[in-house]
């Protein structure tokens, strides 16, 4: 009797042994690649061994800086008290101590309105007896007051803070309509006038040159021409022209003179260290360990 052959496979049992054989491929395909990443990787870190491997750069020395804004713009009436300045101003906390950057904040936040208030009693001074026009006049005052008292200690308990105050001046808005037909009409005769200098110029070194043509070419011959003569005195004559010319121009260039400097009226001192605050005013938030 002989055997009767294998039915065959069922479909689900199919698709099963070629899950199984999919699995199997993949496996081994997961192997090979892993073996030949772990030996290139084990290559690399072999040729890079001998490298010191790169370091962060060390923090800068000194003190650390805490840089602030100013909360907005600090507007100080200008002469006559109906246009105003503003003054856009940056402070500059550090602290000898070397405290650490999150206290150094805290103190910063903590003195700010004590040197918003200064900056501004400091720029009200200043800009008492200007035309609401000369920003830059201000701006330079403030610089220079900046320059000759700063920076500004500010102290709590065994805590001691400078401040390093910055300031720029802008215009007030509603001056801006009355100054640009002046500003407009400054910078059409600074054209003109640099334009007639080069022309003055230009005619000074062309009658020098020809006159010098001239001259040589009288010298040179023995009987000199009287047209030749003449045509040279002539140049002369221009070059003489230009020369004034150019000396008139540079006159009325030279400027007026300039009405009295900010600094005529001194600014009152500023005290070195601000009053310091009383038992009831309390900071904000505790203030953290240094």
């Known amino acids: 009797m002989t055997d009767a052959p294998d039915p065959a496979p069922r479909p689900a049992n199919r698709w099963r042994q070629w899950g199984s054989r999919g699995l199997s491929n993949t496996r081994d395909a997961s192997v090979h690649s892993g073996r030949w990443l772990r030996h290139n990787w084990q290559r690399l870190a072999a040729s890079l061994r001998d490298q010191e491997p790169a370091r962060s750069a060390p923090p800068p020395p000194g003190p ?21 300045f503003y003054i856009r101003a940056t402070f500059a906390w550090s602290s000898p101590a070397g405290l650490r950057a999150e206290v150094l904040s805290w ?44 920076p500004w200690p500010y102290e709590r308990g065994d805590v001691l803070l400078t401040c390093q105050p910055d300031a720029t001046v802008r215009l007030d808005d509603k001056i801006w309509p009355a100054l640009q037909p002046h500003m407009e009409r400054q910078v059409t005769l600074e054209c003109q006038y640099d334009e007639q200098l080069r022309k003055a110029r230009y005619a000074e070194q062309l009658s020098r040159r020809w006159a010098s043509i001239l ?42 003179p300039p009405p009295p400097p900010p600094t005529a009226r001194p600014i009152p001192p500023q005290p070195s260290k601000p009053a310091k605050p009383t038992k009831s005013a309390k900071p904000a938030k505790p203030a953290p360990e240094s």
């Open 64 to 84: 650390l800086v805490e840089q602030r804004d100013a909360p907005g713009l600090i507007a100080v009436p200008a002469r006559g008290y109906v246009y105003c």
């Open 215 to 256: 001259g040589e070419h009288v010298e040179g011959t023995s009987q000199p021409d009287a047209a030749l003569a003449e045509a040279r005195q002539q140049m002369l004559t221009r070059q003489r022209s230009a020369a004034r010319w150019i000396d008139d121009l540079l006159a009325n260039e030279a400027p007026t």
């Open 107 to 150: 103190y910063a936040q903590y003195f700010m309105p004590h040197a918003v208030q200064r900056l501004t009693r400091l720029a009200a001074d200043a800009a008492r007896d200007l035309p609401a026009h000369r920003a830059g006049d201000l701006e330079l005052a403030l610089q220079q007051a900046l320059a000759e008292g700063t």
